[in-house]
């Protein structure tokens, strides 16, 4: 059994080793896993103990209904889960791909129209691509009203703390604390937070759903997309008279956990791929000359054409590039926590049923046994040895672990693949410039909610030729 380090505080240090921390925090058991070893051996080698999740009271306040990523191990979750994982395999995501190559062309060309709003028209890359896929739903303008949900629901849950670690997490009573009486102590700023925010979360599960439902029910020409699919199925079945395993409510929190799971978490990615290419210019040169090398170019060095998914597998530079983005800054810095079922015990450690597992996806991030110099943006360092590079593993747990493991990473990383490569292909990237023709370097800051977002940065967005902005329009 592990050694008591700290005892008579409200936070009790049980265990503690270099991979794995145990607090005992007003009697619950909070585990953080600081080693990939640590995570794989637990929550991936044991997936079924640590399939569960803790109660979430907090994004409970904030009105996240049946979402999968804060369901609780049930037949509910099995089925959501079902719905999910089938809908987004690597195969299930190649029938995406010619929505993902429009939108990511569709927003490089209102990139070339409008440079100063490169950000926001990235924005509207993801959300239109997880509207589409979920609902059928086009986004063609910045100002679309659902660009701004997406802009809302990321302030409330990016900005919404650790997950299951606000105090009305613990004592689930104090969520019916009147504001006057919680405005008194920061400890309950949260609180208030989600509860001003709830009605841009309702607003997230009601207004797409509320848009499609009509067409779907009157059997109009279908968008294909997860409701219309799930839903036209649900409505066949009511038809026949056979049962249906999912409810509407189902199918609402089924389709909201892909626009607010996928949107802004493929965002936000780009983001900090770009914020990345900006720190290491060399990067961003090799990326492009490699480019250069299997699209081919033409005699004024313009590419002969757009870069596609077929060309995935030969950028093997912009893929280590895309691994370095989710290894460098982890979008979920300490994970969705998961939480344990039965009892277990870990080198020595008891581990009790209930337990709060985090994954320390930034810790084993860091971790120099496995990567050297962790902080600098290094897309060489998965490279063997041999050709030059260091030899180190592809990041683990940027996507989860086990059994909770994200469903949506093919999705995701095809997005940020064809959005990242679109961009290389017909803009320079680079720097902006202070007086004397120096680079002003970007801050490289985040928030620390359930999705780490970036601080903005500026960067300076050119096209490369007039013959990129050609092919673009076709
Ligand atoms: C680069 C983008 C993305 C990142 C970095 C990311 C990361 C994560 C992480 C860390 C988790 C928690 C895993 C765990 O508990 O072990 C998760 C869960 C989840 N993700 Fe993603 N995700 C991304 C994109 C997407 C997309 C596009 C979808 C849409 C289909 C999606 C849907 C989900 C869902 C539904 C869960 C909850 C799974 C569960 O609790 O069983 N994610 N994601």
Redesign the pocket.
Known sequence: MGQAIQHGHPIEIIDYSDATVHFNVLGRSIIVLNSIEAAHDL?DERGANY?D?PRFVLFEVMGWGI?????RWSPR?KL??RL?QA??TQSACKAYRPIQIEEARRAARAIIADPKSWEILLRQFSTAV?LR??FGIEVQEKDDPYIKMTLDVEEATGQGGVPAGNVVDFFPILRHLPNGIARISKLFRPLIHARRTKPFIQRLHDAPWAEVEPSIRAKEQPKPSFVHTQFGRYLANEAAGRPNDATIEDLKG?AG??AI???N??W??IIVCILGLLTNPDARVKARREMEDVVGVDENGDLLRLPTFDDRPRLKYLENVLHET?RWQ???PL????ATLADDEYKGYRIPAGSVVY?N?RAMSRDERHYSSPEEFCPERYDPVTQGGRGEPLPN?????????????H???S??YIMISTLLATMHIQCPKDHHGNDIKPNVEFSDGL?GVPEKFECSVVPQSRRMKELLRV
């Open positions: 929550l399939a999740r979402t999968l990523t804060f369901l979750f959501h889960r999910l809908s987004f997880v896929i979920g089924a956990a892909i799971a996928g949107g978490t493929t936000s990615t989710t982890p979008l979920s994970g969705v926590p998961h994954p996806v747990g940027p996507f989860g672990f086990g059994r909770r493991a994200c469903p949506g990473e999705l995701a990383m997005g940020v999705s």
